[in-house]
């Protein structure tokens, strides 16, 4: 399963990045593929390990803001591993050349 997730806090002010640090730092220490983008994550895993993952990003959020919205996009595709990379690379070889830019 991938899931696409971002989880904002609310009424937390405006820098939060330390908030969203915390998320990333479960997300890391998960075990699980990644990929951080500047306005969502992406996992990668097992659907239970995923969700759980998600859950625990947004109970941390809770803890520290007093409002937090959280936001996911799951695809799931049976007997499917790799996708994380695999999506991205299929796609530009299509176009024949990559497509991340800093």
Do not use: W
């Amino acid at each position: 399963m991938l899931a696409s997730f971002s989880v904002v806090p609310m009424g937390a002010g405006e820098g939060v990045k330390e908030i969203i640090a915390e998320v990333l730092s479960i997300v890391d220490g998960s075990g699980l593929s990644y990929q951080l983008g500047p306005m969502h994550t992406v996992i990668e895993g097992e659907p239970e390990e995923v969700l759980d993952v998600v859950l625990r990003c947004h109970r941390r959020v809770l803890e520290l803001a007093p409002r937090v919205l959280t936001n996911i996009t799951l695809d799931d595709r049976k007997g499917a591993t790799g996708r994380l990379l695999g999506k991205v690379r299929d796609v530009e070889q299509i176009l024949g050349k990559s497509l991340s830019r800093p």
